[in-house]
């Protein structure tokens, strides 16, 4: 139903618009999206939601200053609590190689995620932040589908696979939605989201087959994954039950 709001001061703080509690637009994304802003400003050094979610003390500062900004393509690894003083290191030399254009640039030497839960973790981080500065953007849920649907990747050979597989999938989907933000679509959907992690499964030799427990006894692999798919939360699987 159509409504009629009257003006009304807003500052973020104690005024608060009531136009800031209306409920998730009925349309298709494709209808509105083009009137999400693509920077937020000012940009804001603290967010008070990150204590309730547990999240004071995960996220480098540095990377929610970036944040506030969708034409950026942020990586996983700026979402790792190991760079929470990233901005205290000196910025070094960055050599990086896109279409087979060699760049080279002055960043900060962010650490990457060393272990599955530090991965875990920082993809958390990620969908706490994206939920405090961009509220219409749904990137992280179909993410998270996606890797509990591949049982986050567990068919790759080893953990250190693993988490090159996500991280490149993580960065590519980033990547991509920062583009769209500067043509004002949505980021991308569901659908795309299973297409990225299939082609960088294919690209490093990963079966892109959507992970069961009976292709795990076929292919020899025996595992049964349990919430995230973490080292922690595995147990050997034998004969035809699940336990």
Same mark, same amino acid.
């Given at each position: 139903? @159509? ?25 298709? =994304?494709?209808?509105?999206?083009? @009137? ?9 050094? &603290? ?6 979610? #547990? ?8 990377? +929610? ?5 969708? +034409? *950026? ?10 760079? +929470?003083?990233?901005? &205290?290191? &000196? @910025? ?68 250190? +696979?693993?988490?090159?597989? *996500?991280?490149?999938?993580?960065? !590519?989907?980033?990547?991509? /939605? ?5 043509? /004002? ?10 297409? @990225? ?10 079966? =892109? ?7 795990? &006894?076929?292919?020899?692999? !025996? *595992? ?7 080292? #922690? ?7 035809? #039950?699940? #336990?």
């Amino acid at each position: 139903p @159509k409504r009629t709001i009257q003006a009304a001061e807003d500052n973020g703080t104690d005024l608060l618009h009531e136009a800031r509690f209306l409920r998730y637009p009925l349309s298709a =994304p494709s209808d509105w999206y083009a @009137k999400v802003p693509q920077k937020r400003s000012p940009v804001i050094k &603290a967010m008070p939601g990150l204590k309730m979610t #547990g999240s004071l003390d995960k996220i480098p500062a540095k990377t +929610l200053e970036l944040m506030q900004n969708r +034409l *950026i393509p942020l990586k996983l690894k700026m979402f790792y609590a190991g760079n +929470l003083e990233i901005t &205290a290191k &000196a @910025k070094t030399e960055v050599t990086t190689c896109e279409g087979g254009v060699v760049k080279r640039s002055m960043d900060y030497d962010w650490q990457v995620p060393k272990t599955m839960q530090h991965l875990q973790d920082s993809m958390l981080s990620f969908g706490t932040a994206l939920q405090q500065f961009w509220p219409k953007d749904w990137t992280y849920l179909p993410m998270c589908r996606t890797l509990i649907s591949y049982q986050y990747v567990v068919r790759a050979q080893n953990d250190d +696979l693993r988490r090159v597989v *996500i991280t490149e999938y993580f960065d !590519g989907v980033l990547k991509a /939605n920062a583009l769209r933000a500067g043509q /004002n679509v949505p980021p991308i959907d569901y659908e795309e989201h299973i297409a @990225k992690i299939v082609s960088v499964m294919e690209d490093h030799g990963v079966d =892109p087959r959507v992970p069961t427990l009976q292709a795990a &006894a076929e292919d020899g692999q !025996g *595992i049964i994954q349990h919430e995230f798919g973490g080292q #922690g939360n595995q147990r050997r699987g034998g004969g035809t #039950g699940a #336990g």
